[in-house]
């Protein structure tokens, strides 16, 4: 079973998640992406998401559809801050032998990788695949292992990734560009405006329906 981790906030979950999931699910021929959202991030303390149960009702209407594509919400069942190698973890202790673990993230993500809880151990438990992002940077720009680290890794032509020395490889794969983001779309929410083709259907109906991201009503 090869599956991919696509941990995120989720609010809301937006085309740019799932295009570039089913990118990822063909390249790397996965048999499942499951979409984690974060009960608590820990980086991101600025904003205040939707509650939890809102954000998972989103993803998985959005999912639905794809069996490929699963809703996991694991990261609200533990306590304290959401941190991905406690998921990686689990994930590891659960699997069969023989399954393989990705896990996925946007450039702007992996830009801040060194300030994530434990990340060497992370980097080295399981593949890490990172997708481009529209204004993360020129097209190849920063696609290395954070420099802490990069004299643990030496580059496989034939596989194209980063293999590092205590295990874990690192991808960074080119994706058809798609300037989305939750940000911008609640931005847009704020203000009375469309979100028409930026989210699944399902998903802008759920969000009128419960009155979400307007200016008025914030969880
Ligand atoms: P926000 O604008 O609130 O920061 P976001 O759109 O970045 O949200 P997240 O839920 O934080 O969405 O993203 C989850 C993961 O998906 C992150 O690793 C992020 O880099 C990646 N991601 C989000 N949108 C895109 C996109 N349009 N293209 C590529 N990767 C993306």
Redesign the pocket.
């Known amino acids: 079973m090869k599956r991919g981790l696509?941990?995120?906030?989720?609010?809301p979950v937006?085309l740019?998640?799932l295009r570039?999931a089913e990118e990822i699910r063909e390249l790397f021929g996965l048999d499942q992406i499951l979409f984690i959202p974060a009960a608590r991030q820990p980086l991101?303390t600025e904003?205040q998401p939707v509650g939890f149960h809102h954000r998972a009702v989103m993803a998985r209407l959005a999912v639905e559809g794809n069996p490929a594509f699963v809703v996991s919400e694991r990261e609200n069942r533990r306590d304290g801050p959401s941190y991905s190698i406690d998921t990686v973890n689990e994930f590891l202790r659960e699997q069969s032998p023989g399954d393989r673990l990705y896990f996925?993230?946007?450039?702007?993500?992996f830009m801040d990788i060194t300030r994530w809880k434990d990340w060497r151990n992370l980097m080295s438990r399981c593949d890490i695949v990172v997708?481009?992002?529209?204004g993360t940077g020129a097209a190849d720009a920063g696609d290395s292992p954070p420099p802490e680290i990069a004299s643990e890794y030496s580059y496989d032509d034939e596989e194209q990734c980063f293999r590092g020395e205590r295990g874990g490889n690192l991808y960074f794969r080119r994706?058809t560009?798609?300037?989305?983001?939750?940000?911008?779309i609640?931005n847009r929410l704020a203000v009375g405006r469309s979100i028409r083709y930026l989210v699944p259907e399902t998903v802008a109906a759920y969000i009128k329906a419960n009155g979400l991201y307007t200016a008025s009503r914030r969880r």
């Open positions: 696509f941990g995120g906030s989720f609010d937006h740019g998640h570039c991101k904003q996925i993230m946007g450039r702007d993500a997708m481009t992002r529209p994706l560009l798609l300037d989305i983001s939750a940000t911008d609640r």
